[in-house]
């Protein structure tokens, strides 16, 4: 199945992704990295040379699925009394490290 | 000799030390040691929900209603609403009763499938239902009822 995306929403031919990038209509991808249970930002995920750092495009392509979802919510009579809100959005693994010493 | 095999060993723990994110070497008292980064943080499993949160595969939603907490009758009202006119991968609706004052809990898991550049993708549907992390019922809904 191909999902049809808006060209204005789609992640593809945005220059670059950031927090502010739109996924839908008032939906920007701060919606899911701001959640209330996991607050993190795009700079932040992903210990770098461990992880590798986060593709970007990749999770914006993935999240627009997801503001798809919400927009059927969004006005619709059934769920006006209700707000919907994203309680665990990205998640970023709490990075520790231990230092290892190698003799030689 | 002893000095070739010293230099060598600097050699193979600056080598270890460059070819380590945050790596560092220097001369102990047993000789020369790399000093190396070990990633002991959290290491989600494969396939599972947090895993998947860390692409953006997954997402957990929760209803509010005006009082701020969760609805679990509208909730189940929601869940069944996405099952007939969204596509997932999965839908988990979760209730729990992990909050200190023991009321229920509802929310409501979506994974969705990789999405790449072509936007081409297929949807496997699956649905489940969890209550304090167990599985309560697959492929169908159930809805619990808070104690009223």
Redesign the interface.
């Known amino acids: 199945m191909k999902i049809l995306v808006d060209p204005q929403y789609n992640p593809e031919l945005q220059p670059q992704i950031t927090s502010a990038t739109k996924l839908g209509p008032g939906i920007t991808c701060a919606k899911f990295l701001g959640a209330r249970g996991s607050r993190t930002q795009f700079e932040k995920l992903y210990a770098p040379g461990f992880f590798g750092a986060a593709d970007r495009k990749q999770i914006a392509r993935n999240l627009v699925l997801h503001a798809n979802a919400m927009q059927t919510i969004i006005g619709n009579p059934s769920f006006y009394q209700h707000r919907l809100v994203v309680s665990e959005g990205i998640y970023e693994p709490n990075p520790s490290f231990e230092t290892q010493e190698i003799p030689w | 000799m002893r000095h070739k095999k010293f230099h060598g060993?600097?050699i193979?723990?600056r080598a270890?030390a460059k070819a380590?994110?945050?790596g560092s070497y220097g001369n102990?008292p047993?000789?020369?040691?790399?000093?190396?980064?070990?990633?002991?943080?959290?290491?989600?499993t494969p396939g599972g929900v947090?895993d998947l949160?860390?692409?953006?595969?997954a997402?957990?939603?929760?209803?509010?209603?005006?009082d701020g907490n969760t609805?679990p009758r509208?909730s189940f009202?929601?869940a069944l609403?996405?099952k007939d006119?969204?596509?997932?991968d999965k839908l988990t609706l979760d209730y729990d009763t992990f909050d200190p004052n023991g009321d229920l809990t509802c929310?409501i898991v979506?994974e969705?499938?990789?999405?790449?550049?072509?936007?081409?993708?297929?949807?496997a549907y699956n649905i489940e239902t969890t209550y304090n992390g167990e599985l309560q019922a697959k492929n169908e809904i159930l809805e619990i009822l808070p104690d009223d």
């Open positions: 060993s600097e193979a723990a270890l380590n994110s945050g102990g047993d000789g020369w040691v790399a000093k190396i980064p070990l990633y002991a943080g959290e290491r989600p947090n949160r860390r692409t953006g595969r997402i957990v939603y929760q209803l509010i209603n005006k609805d509208t009202d929601l609403f996405w006119y969204i596509d997932y929310q979506l969705m499938p990789e999405v790449p550049p072509s936007f081409e993708v297929s949807f």
